[in-house]
């Protein structure tokens, strides 16, 4: 497998090429990395999302938008493909880097995870990249300075003028296209932490239908998890069987049919003390190489019709 971020960086360079048609502003700081804004300052737009969403699987990915409807209603969703699930979802994809400092709060996805591979999913996989130039998409309300850029730099070991910052909110339209995109990588992801074998999924294919954009971010974190725990659709093409399929879909949470607003306020807006079952997408079809297909879980759409505002609560 060639270099994730080798495979990025080329990604980086289209949306830098056509910053003015997306909607973008990128900009260079002090430290000499580059801060891409895909929806914090700038407006950004769903082709800027769907490129987001490339830059963050390193180009293994299709990923595309198509109408569809929410309790009838016409809603476009969004799609993502892989014949590389592992490496591009959970060593490229996955928000699995914590930014925290004193004036900066944010979660890191992308290939530069893979430079650091300190993540057990890199062991599980056996892949970790070795590259010059490294991407490092930032999910945020405030846009990233020096600190963040120099913190990637240090840990990924590669110089700051070396790191490419993309950089949204969810509140935006390239954040409601972005974790709509993410329901196969949370399947994926969800197998892993049941114990499957990575590398025995052969393909994935996910869908989930985009959140109505709130600059409201505690409004646009609950719709988007809503979006993909009630309306995520994902199927797996994996080589073995499993008797833990049943407990991938969000139907096998116990938070099952509540609002994640309420679930994310219940818990004081503390991610990490919400029950990792919880994030998933809310039905999957299994399809065992030469075996069985079955389904698990399905999807609520009075409940996604309510957190988007298409019924009165």
């Not at 990128?26 to 769907?50: K, N």
Request: proline letters at 4%; a negative charge; hydrophobic letters at 45%.
């Amino acid at each position: 497998m060639d270099s994730l971020n080798r495979m990025a960086i080329e990604l980086v360079d289209e949306a830098l090429d056509f910053a003015d048609e997306l909607n973008l502003s990128a900009y260079e700081l002090d430290s000499g990395a580059t801060v891409l804004d895909f929806g914090v300052d700038a407006v950004g737009g769903v082709e800027a999302g769907l490129l987001l969403t490339e830059i963050q699987t390193a180009g293994l990915a299709t990923v595309q938008s198509r109408m569809g409807a929410v309790d009838g209603a016409p809603i476009p969703h969004i799609e993502l493909s892989t014949d590389h699930p592992a490496i591009a979802l959970l060593c490229s994809q996955k928000a699995g880097w914590e930014l925290e400092f004193d004036r900066f709060d944010g979660l890191g996805s992308g290939p530069a995870r893979a430079l650091v591979g300190q993540e057990s999913e890199f062991e599980a996989v056996g892949y970790y990249d070795e590259f010059d130039l490294t991407v490092l998409a930032v999910e945020s309300i405030d846009l990233p300075g020096d600190e963040v850029a120099e913190h990637v730099a240090d840990l990924a070991e590669v110089e700051p003028s070396a790191v490419f910052l993309p950089t949204f909110a969810v509140g935006s339209l390239a954040g409601s296209v972005n974790i709509a995109s993410r329901a196969a990588e949370l399947a994926v992801f969800r197998l892993f932490e049941l114990g499957y074998d990575p590398r025995d999924i052969l393909s994935v294919n996910g869908s989930a239908p985009m959140a109505p954009v709130s600059y409201d971010e505690g409004v646009a974190m609950g719709r988007t998890n809503d979006a993909l725990a009630y309306g995520g659709k994902v199927h797996l093409t994996v080589r073995d069987e499993f008797d833990r399929f049943d407990e991938v879909p969000s139907t096998a949470a116990d938070e099952y049919g509540t609002p994640f607003e309420d679930i994310f306020a219940e818990n004081d807006w503390d991610f990490s003390q919400v029950p990792v079952s919880a994030f998933a997408p809310a039905q999957i079809t299994v399809d065992v190489v030469d075996g069985s297909t079955r389904v698990f879980g399905e999807t609520d759409e009075d409940l996604l019709a309510e957190s988007f505002g298409l019924r009165e609560l």
